[in-house]
């Protein structure tokens, strides 16, 4: 693989659950003009499920190309991110969810995908759950999620150019590229 002359800049938006993200993000992807690429992480196995996914279908356009990946999420960023494209990752949540769930190893998986961040040499958008606002879960798989979920958030935070948090639809920068935070 030869490094790219400039990586091309990662934003991480995170919140809850309806706040709003997944259509920030979306906003944020066609802004840029360039040819939107949709990396879809959701496993469908219900009805209330396949809900969900219509509705982020349904407000896409034909502008969209889609890709589903359920487990190498690098592996997909890799292929898709160009300076021409702009890849969009709904959501990191779901793919942790399929790691966890097919018995993958949690930290290198989080560590394979920040490594490729580092160097990709397109935009990508990165949408995640920030899942530690509540309760503390009362089963050991839904903590070990949760506390997944806060050090994967963590550790592409850290890689980010820029992170932002969205809260009733309103954005909430945490970080800003180092330019535009002057």
């Known amino acids: 693989m030869s490094l790219p002359a400039q990586r091309g800049p990662v934003t991480l938006i995170l919140g809850g659950a ?4 997944s259509r920030f993000a979306e906003s944020l992807a066609l802004e840029t003009g360039l040819a939107p690429v949709y990396v879809a992480t959701a496993s469908v196995h219900d009805e209330e499920m396949r809900a969900r996914v219509h509705d982020h279908q349904t407000r896409r356009d034909t502008r969209w190309r889609t ?3 359920l ?6 960023i890799e292929a898709e991110a160009t300076p021409k494209r ?3 990752v709904d959501c990191l949540t779901l793919w942790l969810t399929n790691v966890m769930l097919g018995g993958g190893d949690v930290p290198e998986a989080a560590e394979e995908l920040a490594a490729t961040l ?3 040499p397109g935009p990508v ?3 995640s759950n920030e899942v530690g606002f509540g309760i503390v879960p009362d089963n050991a798989l839904a903590r070990a999620f949760r506390d997944h979920q806060g050090r994967l958030n963590q550790r592409l935070a850290a890689v980010a150019d820029r ?3 969205v809260a009733a639809g309103l954005p909430l920068d945490l970080k800003l590229p180092k330019e535009s935070a002057r």
């Open 86 to 88: 702009i890849v969009l």
């Open 125 to 127: 958008i990165l949408v």
């Open 118 to 120: 580092a160097w990709i």
């Open 163 to 165: 992170v932002t948090l």
């Open 18 to 21: 309806r706040s709003g993200k």
């Open 67 to 69: 890709v589903e990946v």
């Open 71 to 76: 487990l190498d999420l690098a592996g997909a």
